[in-house]
């Protein structure tokens, strides 16, 4: 069965520090790629998306993406981390089946001042 | 630009009591509409999607109904609330036939007491 699994449930990382969260999806072939954040309390933003092409994808926020085939991975990156980042962060694939979007469980970024 | 409205953004509603949320999608016409909910702690559950007026799939068996009156406007119902309904609900829209990512509502808070 197609999955999406987010290893970590929660990260706690220090302001200023880089970051990398893990995704990686289960599936025959390459999906579409996404990666979403929540703020607590709120709906949730599309940060980047990987369709083909370029496997380091830049999205808002200063985050980016890298694509790796091999690893079926889409590990989510930032150099250098703002408190304004604690959120969850989801990964989210579309299979060329259909269209609907199958979620990771999402993790939990924590800021340590 | 396209923008997503849901209200009421909290609710509070005792057990067997009615529910209705609502959500309107501006901007676009004849978009994917998706329900989605989160547990406390949890991740992403889809409960039902569109892909057209009176055109609703339901993923989840569940206390809840869809509908879909007019072409921008998605509406979660229940008849009889149950303490299990409590939760984040999220509507989301997806451009039909175009890209595969979602955009997101703010989310309504429902707490069934």
């Known amino acids: 069965a197609q999955s999406v699994t987010q290893p970590d449930i929660h990260i706690t990382v220090s302001e200023g520090a880089s970051l990398e969260l893990r995704c990686n999806y289960s599936?025959?072939?390459?999906?579409?790629l996404f990666w979403y954040v929540q703020s607590p309390g709120q709906g949730l933003q599309l940060l980047l998306k990987y369709f083909s092409g370029d496997t380091l994808v830049q999205g808002i926020k200063g985050f980016e993406a890298e694509f790796k085939r091999s690893q079926s991975s889409f590990n989510l990156r930032k150099p250098s981390v703002h408190w304004s980042d604690a959120a969850e962060y989801f990964c989210?694939?579309?299979?060329?089946?259909?269209?609907?979007?199958?979620w990771g469980a999402g993790t939990k970024l924590i800021i340590k001042p | 630009s396209q923008t997503i409205h849901q209200w009421p953004a909290t609710l509070v509603q005792p057990v067997g009591s009615p529910l209705s949320l609502e959500c309107t999608v501006e901007?676009?016409?004849?978009?994917?509409l998706y329900w989605y909910r989160q547990a406390a702690g949890r991740g992403l559950q889809l409960l039902f999607y569109s892909i057209g007026i009176d055109q609703i799939s339901s993923e989840v068996p569940q206390n809840l109904s869809a509908s879909r009156p007019q072409d921008r406007q998605f509406i979660l119902s229940s008849k009889k609330l149950l303490l299990s309904d409590s939760g984040f609900y999220l509507c989301?829209?997806?451009?039909?036939?175009?890209?595969?990512?979602?955009?997101f509502g703010p989310g309504t808070r429902l707490t069934v007491t």
């Open positions: 599936y025959g072939a390459t999906p579409y």
């Open positions: 989301a829209w997806r451009q039909n036939d175009r890209a595969y990512e979602q955009y």
């Open positions: 901007g676009t016409s004849n978009p994917n």
């Open positions: 989210a694939v579309v299979p060329y089946s259909n269209y609907q979007l199958i």
